[in-house]
């Protein structure tokens, strides 16, 4: 890791933190560009949400090192994280206070704030109407945009959010998507670690995935994207078994997907780019024709991939491509 990176917002480096016998983080490498969202995705238990709580020193590592914006970082630091706004898992609030009352609260903890600062993030996330009511009497997405307003309320370069989409409801996540969107066109940055991976295909810039608390992958959403294809197939009724038992020998991932007309029926696998064209190939050799074929690249086709299984070794995972990670590249 170069020491001091102006190009990275989050740097670490060999990052380990251990719970009991089995490490929770096991030597995890990021490299967050500045000035884009960057889409942190794993399963459950993955180390996503230890890794955060890492970068704002609510836990120590065991080992490795921490840049944040472009410096080095310790746990010690703590007038670094002046600079930085977080949302960290189930946002706490005084329920007897006004979610107004709670900003300000808040923002006496930290550094200067302005005092219209409060309403203006209370606009950000749709609460302003509802400012002056109790916070026991929000629900959980009300609780959840005013826990996203809280880690805006010193104006931060870095934002950190796990599971920022928990409780809220469609129009919330798109409203949420597009906040993020204008917080980077300011330059700013955004983590956002979250299993919705929809969401995350429509709102990341750069991606990086983790297994078993190692990086699997990082890189552009556009090159992730590549690296895995997911094959509808529609096949007769009576040859569905056929069907499965060949395409079990081409990918671990095969399952029957919804839809199919009449006594025509569709399977889904999940194969790399250059396999998609074996997909018909073997059903015809295997005496099995289909009526229907369609492919397409998505995230959850390449998160599976990485993540499951039958996924590559954590060890020889690639880091970030020569040239990427400027700031300023088209938001998708």
């Not at 309403?119 to 609780?143: H, I, N, P, Q």
Request: hydrophobic letters at 40%; glycine letters at 14%.
């Amino acid at each position: 890791m170069t020491e001091g990176d102006p190009g990275l917002a989050i740097a670490t480096q060999g990052l380990v933190k251990r719970y009991g016998p089995r490490p929770a983080v096991d030597g995890l490498d990021l490299h967050v560009p500045r000035g884009m969202v960057y889409g942190f995705l794993g399963p459950n238990g993955s180390g996503k949400t230890t890794t955060l709580r890492l970068l704002v020193g609510m836990a120590r590592p065991d080992a490795g090192s921490m840049e944040l914006l472009g410096e080095p970082y310790t746990w010690r630091d703590r007038r670094r994280l002046f600079r930085v706004g977080s949302l960290i898992e189930q946002p706490s609030f005084y329920p007897y206070l006004s979610g107004r009352e709670n900003l300000r609260v808040f923002g006496a903890a930290g550094p200067p704030t302005p005092r219209h600062r409060a309403e203006e993030v209370l606009g950000f996330v749709g609460l302003r109407d509802r400012a002056g009511d109790k916070v026991k009497t929000y629900s959980l997405g009300m609780k959840q945009r005013l826990g996203i307003a809280t880690a805006l309320l010193s104006d931060p370069e870095l934002l950190l959010l796990d599971e920022p989409a928990n409780g809220l409801d469609p129009g919330g996540i798109v409203a949420m998507r597009e906040l993020l969107r204008f917080l980077t066109s300011q330059g700013k940055t955004v983590l956002v670690s979250s299993h919705i991976l929809p969401e995350m295909e429509q709102m990341a810039d750069v991606v990086g995935i983790i297994a078993a608390g190692r990086l699997v992958r990082e890189g552009p959403l556009a090159g992730i994207l590549d690296e895995g294809t997911r094959v509808r197939v529609g096949v007769p009724e009576e040859a569905v078994g056929r069907a499965l038992e060949i395409l079990a020998a081409l990918s671990p991932t095969v399952e029957s997907a919804p839809g199919g007309l009449g006594d025509q029926r569709w399977i889904a696998v999940r194969v790399a780019n250059d396999q998609a064209s074996e997909v018909n190939r073997a059903l015809a050799q295997g005496g099995v024709f289909a009526s229907g074929l369609e492919s397409g690249s998505d995230l959850e086709t390449a998160f599976l991939a990485l993540t499951g299984p039958a996924g590559p070794d954590p060890q020889g995972h690639l880091g970030p491509p020569p040239g990427w990670g400027q700031p300023g590249s088209q938001a998708r």
